[in-house]
Each structure stands twice: as C-alpha cells, then as structure tokens.
C-alpha cells in the first residue's frame, strides 16, 4: 500500500538526485489518494540543459528508475524536459494527449520556481 509518507520519500530522492523544474503526481493516487494503490506515479520536468536532457525518452526513464533499485511497490517515472512540454502545448491541435492531461489534472508534488514542496 501506497503512503504518504512513501510519496514524499519518493518525490525527495527525485527532487535530490534530478533537481527537476516540476514534479507532478497522476493517475489513480492524484485523483483519489483514499483509494488503495499500489503504483505511484510521476511526470518529472527537468531543464533544457538538465543531463538528462539529451538522452533518449526511455532512458531517461531507466535513469530514473535505478534511484529506486530495490523498491517494493510500482513506481513509474516520466522524465520530459521543458522543451518537449512546450512543443506538446504548441504543437496539439485540441486532441487528447496524456502528458497534457497529466499537466492539467495531476498534482504538483514540487515546482522550483516557487520553490516549494507540496504534500
């Protein structure tokens, strides 16, 4: 079972190790955390000029993952820069696309800018 605790221990070591620009919680935990889950998961932003920036998409995410090595519960990370974000917003046309969803529905764990942690 997913926990609160769990969640910010999560969203610490991303924070910490990738220091994103965004960190942003979707699916089933953001929009009903009193429901049992067992996957957490996130959409993390990172800059343009982030390391991780010119790495393929699904590397990024297996990256990401290995600072989770030995984790007992799902976890499913996105890495994106901010590049890629504003091309999904320039680029769609109004038709449904996940990342946008997540951007609109999902629940900001972390935003640098204001250099807050949210819980």
């Known amino acids: 079972m997913i926990t609160s605790s769990l969640i910010h221990a999560v969203k610490g070591r ?13 699916g089933t935990l953001a929009k009903n955390p009193k429901e049992g889950c067992e996957e ?10 982030h390391a991780l920036a010119p790495v393929r998409p699904l590397s990024r995410i297996n990256i990401a993952l290995e600072l989770f090595r ?7 990370l996105l890495v994106m820069t901010e590049k890629e ?4 917003h320039r680029e769609n046309e109004g038709e449904w696309n996940p990342i946008l969803e997540i951007l609109e529905e999902g629940k900001v764990l972390y935003d640098r800018a204001r250099e807050k942690s949210y819980q």
Request: without cysteine.
């Open 70 to 76: 030995y984790r007992s519960f799902g976890l499913r």
């Open 85 to 88: 974000i504003q091309s999904l």
């Open 40 to 49: 957490i998961e996130m959409l993390v932003i990172v800059d343009d000029l």
């Open 14 to 26: 991303v924070v910490q190790n990738l220091d994103p620009l965004k960190v942003i919680m979707f």
